[in-house]
C-alpha cells in the first residue's frame, strides 16, 4: 500500500512542511512539494534563537505552510495518509507547536500521527 505522508519540522528557528509519497512495495519515497520558512532574520538582532519568538513564529506559519504544500502538490489535505512531526529534540515550545498542528490534522482526518526523532530524520534525509 503506497502511502502520502505530510511532514511538519519545528524543532527550533525553522518551519518546514513537506508531502511525501512512500510508494508500495520497495520503491524510492518521492519528495511531491516542501515549504520552509526560517527565522534567521527575525533571531538576529539578539545574538541566538529566542525561544518564544521561535515558538509564536511557528505558530504563524505552519497552517499557510501546510496549504502551500499541498496546494503545491495538487493534493488535498484528506487525501494524506499519515502525518508526521519532529517529537525532539529541540525547543520545546517550537516542539509543542508542530506536534500540535500534526496531532490536530490527524485527529480531524481520523488518519495515524508519527513522532519522528530530529536526528533520525537527518539520518533517513539522503534516502529520499
Known amino acids: 500500500m503506497s502511502l502520502l505522508i505530510l511532514g511538519i519540522e519545528s524543532s527550533c528557528d525553522e518551519t518546514g512542511v513537506a508531502l511525501v509519497h512512500a510508494p508500495d512495495g520497495q520503491g524510492v519515497p518521492t519528495l511531491l512539494s516542501h515549504a520552509l520558512h526560517s527565522q534567521i532574520e527575525m533571531h538576529r538582532a539578539y545574538g541566538g534563537v529566542v525561544p518564544e519568538l521561535a515558538s509564536r513564529d511557528h505558530i504563524r506559519r505552519v497552517l499557510p505552510l501546510t496549504e502551500k504544500v499541498l496546494a503545491d502538490a495538487g493534493v488535498q489535505l484528506d487525501a494524506v ?9 529541540g525547543l520545546a515550545g517550537a516542539l509543542l507547536v508542530g506536534s500540535g498542528a500534526a496531532c490536530a490534522m490527524a485527529a480531524a482526518l481520523d488518519k495515524p500521527v508519527l513522532g519522528v526523532h530530529h536526528l533520525e530524520g537527518h539520518l533517513l534525509s539522503p534516502f529520499l
Open 81 to 89: 495518509d499519515v502525518v508526521a512531526f519532529t517529537r525532539g529534540p
